[in-house]
């Protein structure tokens, strides 16, 4: 599996932000019973990794991978704890090499076309453009598609059910990242039937 086929399995990458693993299971089950099975858990919280095992271990379907790697060690923790994909809010050259090297899909953030171009250079023509409202989003997009036609984008960073169709119209954006799916009201009240309903709207925006 690449980034590409990785990223066309469904048109929201959710998001995940957990500080308690032990919810892991019956909030990923939740969001692949709503059609959304490639699954982001950011290593913002010291119980991402354990997140990201449980959800490998136990929730058959989905397709479990780390977020906020910003280094070779998180990459390789991450990938230990059972990840399949990775996803970075921008790149470095220790980074990239740890990416090739992992060969799994890894998706560099990029804000600007330069440095869509330079993680190009390191192997990365599927990119996440970050943060996408806040340095141009689906404009930004829209002009980066005629001079760099072959790259493809998953925006994250201020998109929600609001504006994530107008990203997803564009023939450049293969799918969008953001945390709408999993609001930590709900997962504290473990409402796993509204998480699934929340899913469900996701994935049915393409």
Sequence with gaps: MDSFSLLTRGPVVPVIVLTDAGVAPELGAALVEGGIAVLEVTLRTKAALAAIRRLRDEVPGAIVGAGTVRNRAQLEAALEAGAQFAVSPGLTPELAAAAR?????????????????????????????????????????????GPLPELRFCPTGGVDAGNARHYLALPNVLAVGGSWLTPEALIAARDWPGITRLAAAAAALR
Excluded: N, Y
Aim: aromatic share 6%; proline share 9%; glycine share 8%.
């Design 101 to 145: 090297r992992a060969r799994v899909p890894f998706i560099p953030g990029v804000a600007t076309p330069s440095e869509a171009m330079r993680a190009e250079d390191e192997g990365f023509s599927v990119q996440k453009l970050f943060p996408a409202e806040a340095v141009g989003g689906a404009r930004l997009l829209a002009a980066m598609a």
